[in-house]
């Protein structure tokens, strides 16, 4: 059982910058990977970015060059730091991760970009 812990949420202004972190209970560099997901209101959850056992990185086209995943292997901790931000960044961002046989969720952290 893994557990997954995020914080970092909160109330920005657009062009405004947040950095959320995953705890994870368990080793991060076992795992196949990490992913951040988001949910807006009314709206279906997507994928926002991944980084893989072997560190390779991806984010939707959506926030490329805005977003970047990274990890901390000593802290099992996964971020992601959020530049730029826009009104239609406003979702809950839950992160993920995947191993080989399941895969975990956290809760949930608000981030509200707003004026």
Not at 6 to 34: D, H, K, T, W, Y
Not at 73 to 98: F, G, I, R, W
């Amino acid at each position: 059982q893994v557990q997954l812990v995020e914080s970092g949420g909160g109330l920005v202004q657009p062009g405004g910058s947040l950095r959320l972190s995953c705890a994870a209970s368990g080793s991060i560099f076992s795992f196949n990977a990490m992913r951040w997901y988001r949910q807006a209101p009314g709206k279906e959850r997507e994928f926002v970015a991944i980084i893989t056992k072997t560190g390779t990185t991806n984010c939707a086209d959506s926030v490329k060059g805005r977003f970047t995943i990274s990890r901390d292997n000593a802290k099992n901790t996964v971020y992601l730091q959020m530049n730029s931000l826009k009104p239609e960044d406003t979702a809950v961002y839950y992160c993920n991760a995947l191993l080989p046989a399941n895969n975990y969720w956290g809760q949930g952290t608000q981030v509200t970009v707003s004026s």
